[in-house]
């Protein structure tokens, strides 16, 4: 178990959860607040993703990023940034009879440079690395990372100094993490994000968890969460199993039945699941101890 642990707040992500909750923060103002919120209240980690402030839909302008970071690293709170480089690889096929060529509409790939613009000008201690390809929900969306295009991000966020948190979906994706972390293209000790319940990847359950556990690179950190009514128990798994936590609206809008969710009371509502365990909560000076972090 896994009594001192950290909390990332996952703040709004880039899918069509706008349009269920008012709450979901969309302009860059809005996003660094949520941040500078989720802080406040215990979380450790800021994890950021941009929309288009004019339609809520997912973006990855480097513009929206500065404003982001720039407002978040004015503040007078503390809280390690991890900006995702998961944009630029969305396929979304043209249909089951004509799946050549890709949809416009949702379809957005870019090579490896221009996936790390915003990481390169930014210099965040932190950035994702989505570690392989996946059918995403529903309909003819793939998630597409191919072992060459990550090898190559790997490169990249190495040289730049930045600490790649792998986001594993399914169990292929941990046997290609361990594989570049055998290749030397990820630092010791690696940072994981086991991301469990997102359809058609690893299911939300205690067995697949475990399995996913099992097969971790020796001497890893990690992280685990689960989409809907399921991250809130994952707050209590996670540590059991030698985790540390995620919550926010980029994986889930409800607090409780009936009572739509902000960033921060999802924060606190770990930070007290988190305590009544006995479990010490990291501020963010000591999570970049714990992952040797240098402030940005």
């Known amino acids: 178990m896994n009594t001192e642990v950290f909390i990332t707040c996952a703040v709004t992500g880039a899918g069509a959860t706008t349009e269920r909750s008012e709450l979901v923060p969309i302009t860059p103002l809005e996003i660094a607040e949520a941040a500078l919120e989720a802080a406040r209240a215990g979380a450790a980690i800021a994890h950021v993703h941009v929309r288009d402030p004019e339609t809520g839909g997912p973006a990855r302008d480097p513009a929206l990023y500065r404003e982001v970071v720039e407002r978040i690293r004015s503040a007078d709170v503390d809280v390690v940034l991890n900006l995702t480089a ?11 009879e004509s799946p050549l060529p890709p949809n416009p ?12 613009e915003h990481v ?3 210099r965040p201690e932190i950035c994702t690395l989505d570690c392989g390809t996946m059918n995403f929900a529903e309909g003819d969306y793939v998630m597409t990372n ?3 295009m990550l090898r190559e991000m790997a490169r990249q966020i190495q040289a730049l100094g930045v600490r790649p948190e792998i986001e594993v979906f399914d169990t292929g994706h941990l046997v290609f993490a361990k594989q570049l972390v055998a290749e030397g293209l990820i630092e010791e000790p690696p940072l994981l994000q086991l991301c469990l319940g997102i359809p058609y990847g690893a299911p939300d359950d205690p067995g697949t968890l475990l399995a996913l556990v099992n097969q ?3 001497g890893c950190v990690f992280s685990a969460f689960a989409i809907g009514r399921m991250q809130l128990p994952f707050v209590a798994l996670a540590p059991l199993v030698g985790g540390n936590v ?4 980029e994986d889930n809008l409800w607090l ?4 739509k969710a902000t960033n ?3 924060v606190e509502r770990a930070v007290r699941i988190l305590e009544a365990m006995n479990v010490r909560v990291l501020g963010p000076a000591e999570t970049r101890e714990k992952l040797g972090l240098t402030p940005r």
């Not at 630029?88 to 249909?95: A, C, I, K, S, T």
Request: glycine fraction near 24%.
């Open 105 to 116: 509409d949702g379809t957005d790939m870019a090579g490896a440079t221009e996936r790390l």
């Open 86 to 96: 998961g944009m630029g690889g969305d396929l979304v096929l043209g249909g089951v």
């Open 246 to 249: 995620r919550v926010g609206l």
């Open 146 to 148: 191919t072992p060459s």
């Open 120 to 122: 390169a000008e930014l």
């Open 216 to 218: 971790l690179p020796p």
């Open 264 to 266: 921060g009371a999802l």
């Open 256 to 259: 409780e039945r009936g009572v």
